[in-house]
């Protein structure tokens, strides 16, 4: 593995650390080119590169920290002149109340009433609602029903949502035709 190398000049702070160049010239006026792969072949060492280019050897640090509470900060760089190294340390801070926030995931779509067929309407109305057969035929005879039955008749499907159902399930409700109520049969409606 390849070394981090970070190029440094006379004055390191006011000219701070930079990655180590793809071709550099070196103070006797040779020029190198990939200098990360002739290092990683062996034809360089860290040594020559220190000595050729002012490149000094760097060791990046990472600090463990919980994604959901914390975040990591900025590298903070240490460069000992002595030793010719640099030591770059990243840090951790506690996350604001705004990022904690703002990372957390969307709430779930809410769930979207399935469309029924005419039979597992009925059969709904029936379990929820309390309906018996009995009742069943009495309301479909009951001719304040009549546009109803019509309108299920000429319906492909039922919709939940849709001004006619809950309107029809308040009538047979409100008739005595629905004993557990419209609430118990909105309520048992299957979602997806």
């Not at 062996?42 to 975040?71: I, M, Q, R, S």
Request: charged share 20%.
């Amino acid at each position: 593995m390849t070394p981090n190398l970070f190029c440094l000049v006379a004055d390191a702070a006011a000219h701070p650390p930079a990655p180590l160049p793809e071709v550099a010239t070196a103070h006797d006026g040779r020029r190198f080119s990939s200098l990360a792969d002739q290092l990683a072949a062996g034809h360089l060492t860290v040594a020559d590169l220190a000595d050729l280019f002012d490149l000094w050897p760097a060791t990046l640090d990472e600090v463990a920290f919980d994604p959901e509470t914390e975040a990591a900060t900025d590298f903070v760089m240490t460069l000992d002149s002595v030793a010719r190294t640099v030591a770059a340390v990243r840090g951790k801070r506690p996350l604001t109340p705004e990022e904690i926030e703002a990372r957390k995931p969307p709430p779930p779509p809410p769930p979207v009433p399935t469309v029924l067929g005419k039979v597992e309407f009925i059969t709904l109305v029936q379990m929820a609602g309390g309906m018996t057969d009995e009742m069943l035929v009495d309301a479909h005879a009951n001719p304040l029903f009549a546009a109803f039955w019509i309108k299920l008749q000429m319906a492909s499907v039922v919709q939940r949502d849709y001004p006619t159902t809950p309107a029809a399930l308040d009538a047979l409700a409100f008739a005595g035709y629905l004993p557990n109520g419209k609430a118990a049969v909105l309520a048992a409606w299957p979602t997806t």
